[in-house]
């Protein structure tokens, strides 16, 4: 029977010199294709040993490493779900993602072991490990005591193999289900449309728990067999000096623009690259512009998300086109909608739908949501709205989603006003996405103090930062007396976007 785990498939294209390097890190380490094969093994049987139930939750929130990534695999290979947390979160968003996920084991960084081990334990989740980025913790001590030997899970291709958190229009955040045949078709048809060649070299300078840099990323350079150059963090500057060793670099424009704030990038810094890949996010014509001047190089933009992978890519050899992100992959069927539930043609303005083998198996435990973002036909919902182009290029205008995107991470304004309209003497707040040189659009929030309270925007903000990620925090806080309203009395936030757009004006 064959087996649709996705590690049979990652590691089947493993190079036949186990002893070559496949991982090289920004402090000096070498990890061979050997040593991702035993330390996978190892970390699987780990796994094994402690008899979760089919389909357990494996949650992860650390520091990025290369065990971090093969923690991931182990999960994987050994047919359980991997469900990545931004390192950024505090403890009401982990006690949520905890209490809803039901996770059998979670993994944290060593500093946040108290407060996370005890929200494990309080929600009846009792293996909690630690593993930090120094290749230290109790995850790699009980795993050093396990066999180097461990026969991939055979898996179904609707299996599941991680659950995303991705934050939804109202309410709390929804974990997007996604199985092996999921990611596994889409990082085989990446792999054919951005030409993976032998001998690439992949430059990870992104965060590993969300889908650009755990899958995109990670999937498109082992599906390859290619050795991949392993930043513990984005930093511009190394960037630039490990690039002549590159062919392929990954990156949200804003990693874009802060690498045109490096005179060292030029022509010769890039003579070895093939392929700059950019999405999360819009990327502005500016920078793709300024990207091809200074470098020679066009960025090739592609558009996903959380409950589809990769949707559609500019092409390889084709024109890649700045402002579109090109057309749907092979695979995957797109439309653009009206108000009616009709199909636009080219040039009008509608609601982007999809379907493919990569779009999710549904929302973790909400079948009605799911049922909701799905049309009779099969399509999924992106709330993306856009339109394609008489030369068949998908543009991205806007969002139907009340959704800010900042620096790559999402950001939901419902969440954060939510939060807002419950401290003292909040009478009302909005939440609006602005323009921003560096994070391309950042929060800024608005709010009405109740009669008779005064009400201080930098305290709300300093408020807001003792509970939640920091990437969520709002970089503005402005106290008014009303806000603007349509005859249905619903805030008008359009109406605060263009009053407060040119807050950030480079
Ligand atoms: C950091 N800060 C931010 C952000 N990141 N503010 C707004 N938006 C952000 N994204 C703030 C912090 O709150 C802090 O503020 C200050 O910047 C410094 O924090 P630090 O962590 O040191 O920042 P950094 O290291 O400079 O990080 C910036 C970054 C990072 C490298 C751009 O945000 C990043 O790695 N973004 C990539 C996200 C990503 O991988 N997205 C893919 C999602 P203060 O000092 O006030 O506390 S996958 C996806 O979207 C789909 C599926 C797809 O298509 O790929
Ligand atoms: P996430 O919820 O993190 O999966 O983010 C998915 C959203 O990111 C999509 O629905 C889009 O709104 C946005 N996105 C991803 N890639 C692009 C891109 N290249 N251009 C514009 N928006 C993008």
């Not at 949707?311 to 069927?333: I, K, M, Q």
Request: aromatic fraction near 10%; proline fraction near 4%.
């Amino acid at each position: 029977m064959k087996n649709n785990n996705l590690f049979a498939a990652l590691r089947a294209a493993f190079p036949d010199d186990l002893d070559a390097s496949a991982v090289e890190t920004d402090n000096g380490l070498f990890y061979s294709w050997r040593d991702l094969e035993r330390g996978t093994a190892m970390l699987a049987n780990l796994l094994v040993s402690l008899q979760l139930p089919a389909g357990a939750r494996i949650a992860v929130q650390v520091e990025k490493s290369v065990e971090a990534m093969m923690l991931y695999l182990a999960t994987l290979r050994a047919g359980y779900v991997f469900l990545p947390l931004n390192t950024a979160y505090q403890s009401a968003e982990m006690a949520y993602f905890i209490a809803n996920a039901e996770p059998s084991v979670v993994v944290c960084s060593r500093k946040n072991f108290g407060w996370v081990s005890k929200i494990a334990f309080q929600q009846g989740t009792y293996n909690v490990f630690s593993l930090d980025d120094n290749r230290s913790g109790s995850l790699l001590d009980r795993a050093a005591q396990c066999s180097d030997r461990h026969e991939v899970v055979q898996c179904k291709a609707e299996d599941l193999a991680a659950i995303l958190y991705t934050s939804g229009t109202t309410g709390r955040s929804k974990g997007a289900m996604l199985s092996h045949g999921n990611m596994l078709s889409n990082a085989q048809v990446l792999k054919d449309y951005w030409a993976w060649k032998p001998g690439d070299v992949l430059i990870h300078a992104l965060p590993i728990f969300h889908v650009h840099g755990l899958f995109v990323a990670i999937h498109g350079a082992l599906i390859n067999g290619s050795k991949m150059i392993w930043l513990s963090k984005f930093d511009p500057q190394l960037v630039v000096d490990k690039l002549p060793e590159a062919t392929v670099f990954m990156g949200v424009p804003t990693l874009y623009v802060r690498l045109l704030a490096e005179l060292g990038l030029t022509r010769e810094t890039c003579r070895n690259m093939r392929l700059f890949v950019a999405g999360s996010a819009p990327l502005l014509i500016e920078t793709f512009r300024a990207w091809q001047e200074r470098t020679g190089h066009t960025i090739l933009e592609r558009y996903g998300m959380s409950e589809t992978a990769m949707l559609t890519s500019n092409p390889y050899d084709g024109e890649r086109r700045g402002g579109t992100v090109g057309f749907a992959l092979p695979g995957v069927t797109l439309r653009v909608q009206g108000d009616r539930g009709q199909t636009l043609p080219a040039g009008e303005v509608g609601g982007i739908e999809v379907k493919g083998p990569n779009v999710f198996q549904g929302y973790w435990r909400m079948p009605e949501k799911t049922k909701e973002e799905f049309t009779a036909d099969g399509y999924f919902r992106t709330g993306d709205v856009g339109k394609i182009d008489e030369r068949g290029y998908i543009h991205i205008v806007g969002r139907s989603k009340d959704l800010i995107i900042s620096g790559g991470y999402n950001v939901y304004p419902a969440e954060i006003e939510g939060y807002i309209n419950d401290m003292p003497g909040v009478a009302e707040s909005a939440v609006v996405g602005v323009p921003h040189p560096d994070f391309g659009e950042v929060g800024v929030a608005i709010v009405i103090a109740k009669p008779g309270s005064t009400l201080d925007g930098d305290a709300i903000i300093a408020a807001l930062k003792a509970g939640l990620a920091n990437f969520k925090i709002p970089k503005r806080c402005f106290v008014v007396n009303e806000l603007p309203r349509n005859t249905m009395g619903k805030v008008q936030k359009n109406l605060l976007r263009e009053q407060y757009k040119a807050l950030f004006a480079a």
